[in-house]
């Protein structure tokens, strides 16, 4: 293996590693068995994400069956909602549920003084894991980007086109930028807090960021990530960070020039000779196999394998999904998915 000790701390930092480092998001879910029966011994999936043992084993379950060369900590982006005191419930079957924030009122009885405390237990979860990980496992801790947040915080759920959040943006900006405020408050001190329990890289996802024109796109997904990136590092300047503008199309460029992230993860849409040429230019890239063809499988999953990592893996590069991986992806397909990545002899 080409590279240093880990590949992908080392290909954040600019070197190009081969075979690419890869881990999958979403890699710790319901597609393991091993998951679904410790989530049946918890009422909720907050209550998974909230109780650090577990937590911390569900983290490092798919590290057990395959060797990822990083661990993603197990909490989820609505925890930040959940800190700031909006009620969170996770509704099998049907996503997230929140009280939706629609006026002044209901952004006052939020509180980002007490967010910090109730976010201590993905702090634990971040040391459990990082006492098991060896040193060349590197564990990212995460956080929602605040467009993203705000979406389902506005909405008080997933929604197919965030209507209600770009309309909010677009009636009242200053509310919205109060509330844009806060969650990037919140963001930095859960993504330092993460640092300081051991996380050695981040990611923020932004999985709605396709959503907004160029304008707002600036405003509210370039602008408040920049400001997340700028804040931690000032605090932590050698922490990797990789953001992930789901849906951004080509202001991913501009995205990856100013947000001052240090990779930048391709959704599935994307072009591969697209990535290589504009994004990759200018910093590391992850992505982007798409996880329906992962629960696919088949022929056509070699054939994309072999495609991505001829277009990508001459770069700085993180094998990866372009979305989370789904909870019906055959086992044996993320096995065979590691094989073409990582060589025959990987196992
Ligand atoms: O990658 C990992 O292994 C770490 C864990 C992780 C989860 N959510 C666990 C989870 C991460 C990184 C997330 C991020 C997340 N959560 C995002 C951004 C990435 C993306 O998918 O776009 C978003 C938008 C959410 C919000 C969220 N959480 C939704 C919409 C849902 C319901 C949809 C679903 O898949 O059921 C969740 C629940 C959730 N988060 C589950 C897991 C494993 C499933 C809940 C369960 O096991 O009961």
Redesign the pocket.
């Known amino acids: 293996m080409t590279g240093s000790q880990v590949p992908l701390l080392s290909v954040l930092k600019g070197e190009t590693c081969s075979p690419p480092p890869m881990w999958l998001?979403?890699?710790?879910?319901?597609y393991l068995p091993e998951y679904r029966e410790v989530?049946k011994t918890v009422p909720s999936?907050l209550d998974l994400c909230l109780t650090p043992k577990l937590a911390a084993e569900v983290t490092l379950q798919p590290l057990r069956r395959f060797p990822f060369d990083a661990s993603?900590?197990?909490?989820?982006?609505?925890i930040v909602p959940f800190a700031l005191g909006q009620p969170v419930a996770?509704v099998?079957g049907e996503?997230?549920k929140l009280d939706p924030v629609g006026d002044g009122a209901a952004l006052a009885r939020l509180d980002p003084a007490v967010a910090a405390t109730k976010l201590s237990p993905v702090y634990e979860t971040v040391e459990r894991v990082v006492a098991e990980l060896p040193d060349k496992v590197p564990l990212i801790g995460?956080c929602?980007a605040p467009w993203?947040v705000a979406t389902?915080m506005v909405e008080g759920a997933?929604s197919k086109d965030q209507a209600a959040a770009r309309a909010l943006a677009y009636r009242d900006p200053s509310l919205f930028q109060a509330m844009i405020d806060m969650i990037v408050e919140t963001s930095t001190i859960y993504l330092l807090g993460q640092v300081a329990a051991g996380s050695r890289a981040l990611q923020i996802?932004d999985?709605w960021s396709g959503s907004l024109p160029e304008d707002a796109f600036a405003r509210w997904c370039i602008a408040p990530t920049k400001e997340i990136v700028a804040r931690v590092k000032q605090q932590v300047p050698e922490i990797p960070i990789i953001g992930f503008p789901?849906g951004a199309g080509p202001s991913a460029v501009r995205y990856a020039r100013e947000t001052g992230v240090d990779g930048v993860g391709c959704d599935t849409s994307l072009p591969l000779a697209w990535v290589r040429e504009e994004l990759q230019s200018l910093v590391p890239v992850q992505g982007n196999l798409d996880p329906v063809l992962l629960a696919a499988g088949g022929p056509e999953l070699d054939v994309r394998v072999a495609q991505i990592l001829e277009e990508l893996s001459q770069g700085q590069f993180i094998f990866n999904l372009g979305?989370?991986i789904l909870?019906y992806t055959p086992i044996e397909h993320v096995e065979r998915l590691v094989r073409l990545v990582k060589g025959v002899s990987a196992g």
């Open positions: 998001m979403r890699q710790a879910g319901r989530r999936f993603i900590v197990f909490s989820d982006i609505l996770f099998e996503g997230p995460f929602g993203t389902y997933g996802f999985s789901r979305h989370g909870p």
